[in-house]
């Protein structure tokens, strides 16, 4: 059990510009979570799969992000055009859930910086 | 839509000393509470899960209670130390799948 890991830890962008974040997730969970956090705030929900349907966006996502998790394993969260208002700390989380639910674990997070 | 409030945003105190943060959420109807820990910059550490069914948890000198009916939970840290300076966040997960989050409580243990 390595953890979540993400990639990359830092990305400096210029506004307009398109990103992409990858997490990995914990090898056994099928569950796995997207968050943006910025300074001061809890983790925001933006987006979950459960393998590798996406279930559930919300509605704070504009049409500008997207994520994917081919085969239910690693995912990948797009950004296009970005502007200012990214600039936060992406997290990715996954769990295990079957009957119930296992803890959330989370990754060290991208921080973006949109310029 | 559940939201989770955490009181007090920020705390100091003493190495030594006992101390309880709080959280509490608007939906009683939930399956599980997570406390983490946040350190700056990085992301969350799972401290301690609570089942629904369950009323308590302990890991070390971290002890924290859940009372659903009142939509409570409280985080209780013996013999505060420097090295547990942090924001300390909760999540309750329920209908919906999400795991909605409160805004931390910044803790600061002075030496």
């Known amino acids: 059990d390595t953890g979540v890991s993400q990639d990359p830890r830092h990305k400096i962008t210029k506004r307009g510009q398109n990103v992409t974040f990858r997490c990995d997730p914990i090898?056994?969970?099928?569950?796995l979570y997207w968050y943006r956090q910025t300074l001061g705030q809890g983790p925001e929900f933006l987006t979950y799969?459960?393998?590798?349907?996406?279930?559930?966006k919300s509605r704070l996502l504009s049409d500008r992000f997207s994520a994917e998790r081919p085969k239910g394993s690693f995912s990948t969260l797009e950004i296009q055009r970005t502007e200012q208002g990214d600039s936060a700390m992406y997290l990715c989380?996954?769990?295990?859930?079957?009957?119930?639910?296992?803890?959330?674990?989370f990754g060290n997070g991208t921080r973006l910086t949109v310029t | 839509k559940q939201e989770v409030t955490q009181i007090p945003a920020a705390l100091s105190v003493p190495e030594g000393e006992n101390l309880v943060l709080n959280c509490s959420f608007t939906d009683s109807a939930i399956y599980n509470l997570q406390w983490f820990r946040q350190d700056p910059g990085k992301g969350l550490t799972s401290l301690l899960l609570i089942q629904s069914s369950q009323r308590e948890q302990t890991s070390g000198r971290l002890n924290a209670s859940l009372d659903k009916s009142s939509g409570r939970s409280t985080l209780y840290i013996a013999a505060s130390q420097p090295g547990d300076s942090a924001t300390y966040l909760c999540?309750?997960?329920?209908?919906?799948?999400?795991?909605?989050f409160g805004t931390g409580t910044s803790l600061t243990v002075i030496p």
């Open positions: 799969f459960q393998n590798e349907a996406q279930l559930e």
């Open positions: 989380a996954s769990s295990l859930t079957g009957t119930g639910y296992s803890p959330l674990h």
């Open positions: 090898s056994e969970h099928n569950r």
């Open positions: 999540a309750v997960i329920g209908v919906g799948n999400q795991f909605y």
